[in-house]
């Protein structure tokens, strides 16, 4: 008799129930974005989409690839919102990526438990200053934008960061342990 050995293959790229938590975070997103967004407005709006995107990486931990995916998707959302066309696509992706990268740091030495809220933070703060950038570079290459004020605008990333990272931070635990991942 021969001994028989159980190979297990390890699946590669996301779950179905990975893509329905996508769909669900990004749409409470979007809803975050567009209801919170109508009661404060300071020219532009804050964006949640990247809250929950951020929060996504954190739950699932994708690969580069399907974070960028994630950030794609994300700024396909933030589509359906006034601001700026297509900036957002490459705002987000950049954003999604750098939450990745981010998150793979060991942050095993310090006692408290920051990597959540500073992952968050800095990641709003590629892709909004990404946004922003671009826009500017737009703006004096003579494309047909209207750049809103830099104060205005460091004001809502920086802002924005704060308030995405007291989101994930708040939502990370009950989803973790609703998930049970």
Do not use: H, W
């Not at 922003?132 to 802002?159: C, D, H, K, R």
């Amino acid at each position: 008799m021969e001994k028989r050995v159980v190979v297990s293959q390890q699946s590669k790229g996301l779950s179905i129930r990975d893509i329905f938590l996508i769909g669900i975070l990004l749409a409470a997103g979007a809803v975050l974005r567009f209801f919170v967004g109508s009661v404060v407005n300071f020219g532009m709006k804050p964006n949640f989409v990247i809250a929950m995107y951020c929060l996504i990486i954190v739950l699932i931990k994708p690969g580069l690839v399907e974070s960028a995916i994630i950030g794609l998707l994300s700024g396909a959302i933030c589509q359906f919102f006034p601001g700026q066309p297509y900036i957002n696509f490459v705002s987000e992706l950049v954003g999604a990526v750098v939450m990745c990268l981010l998150i793979k740091i060991p942050f095993e030495r310090i006692k408290i438990p920051v990597k959540i809220i500073v992952c968050t933070f800095l990641s709003t703060l590629a892709s909004g200053f990404t946004f922003v950038g671009i826009m500017y570079f737009m703006y004096y290459s003579g494309f047909n934008v209207t750049p809103t004020p830099l104060a205005i605008f460091l004001g809502i990333i920086f802002g924005t960061a704060t308030i995405n990272a007291v989101i994930v931070q708040i939502l990370y635990i009950p989803l973790k342990l609703a998930l049970k991942v």
